[in-house]
């Protein structure tokens, strides 16, 4: 198997039971789940109205992210706006262009909110709706006029609307004279949603929210829509774990200041190099990974650099201080 597939597996296996994804598909909604502690923040799972919306299949969506969705003409302003929203780790909504498959563009109320583990108040998943904006072609190219051009003074395409000045009015009643059977009206301009579509986005969240608080209680791993407990110390944010992520070597972080020294934090390449789930080397002394022909010299030596706070090269282990990362290539 494939390891990130692997990873992604593991990342609705362990807080949830095997009924979770079915229980998920039986949902009409169009909505991703992403998790930001493995690298690249991957979808790790879409629904079926979501595939039927954006013209994937599971298959060319499981592993992406959100990138492969936007086009030339999805707002950065917007972009960084939901990245911003994952770095602080709380919920944004916010009105989104997008590109399906076959190229065609169509706006969209994205609604993202984070999932909790309820007892340590880490970032399980990123749950991800997205509800269509309906539109409505009017006639003049979708632009809706009244006889004497006063309704040029707010542009309107269904509930897509922009504001022009009167400057932009003249350019575009010459336009509009010079071909009036134009269909194709160059005006860049943001699709608003109504409170039927951010109803729909709430209402959407809270019945994904439900089978994932059902499905972590057969697990004994429960997750919540708001962040029950404070994170602990050793806590690695979001932000901090795409970032990490980024990196491809094999590495671990631990830290010092914590009793016992637990990794808080884990590579994906670490994991496919040991065959560990992130969870069961989270939280625990990375002498989890020591056996009966462990070097015993060799981990004297890397205590020995630990307390003074120096770098250790030991065969193929390597320890960098003051920042306690600790790599194995």
Known sequence: MDSKLRLIQQSFNTPYSELVREALDEL??????TDPSISG???????????????????????QNGKIFQGPKTNPRTVMEIREAIREERGVEVNLLNYRKDGAPFWMLFHMRPVFGKEDGRVIHFVAVQVPISTKQRRNGGVSLSEDGSGL???????CRREVDSDSLLE?????????????????????????????????????????????????RLVCGKRCSVPGPGY??????????????????????????????ASDAFLRLTGYDRHEVLGHNFRVLNGVDTDTSTLH?????????????????????PSSLISCS
């Not at 923040?41 to 592993?63: D, N, Q, T």
């Not at 109803?199 to 929210?209: G, V």
């Not at 630990?306 to 960098?320: M, N, R, S, V, Y």
């Open 28 to 33: 009409p909604d169009n909505f991703t789940i």
């Open 41 to 63: 923040h991957p979808i790790v799972f879409a629904s079926r109205g979501f595939l039927k919306m954006s013209g994937y299949s599971r298959e060319e969506v499981i592993g």
């Open 153 to 159: 003074n707010e542009i309107v395409f269904g509930s």
């Open 172 to 220: 575009l009643r010459r336009v509009l004279s010079l071909d009036s059977g134009s269909k194709v009206l160059d005006i860049e301009e943001t699709c608003k949603a109504g409170e039927f579509e951010e109803r729909r986005a709430a209402t959407a969240f809270n019945n994904i929210l439900s089978v994932l608080t059902h499905c972590s209680e057969l697990t004994g």
């Open 236 to 265: 690695v944010s979001s932000s901090l774990n795409i970032s990490l992520g980024r990196i491809k070597q094999s590495f671990v972080l631990i830290d010092p200041h914590l009793p016992d020294m637990p990794i808080v934090y």
């Open 301 to 321: 030596q890397i205590k020995e650099s630990i307390q003074t706070e120096q770098a250790c090269t030991e065969g193929q282990k390597f320890i960098l201080e």
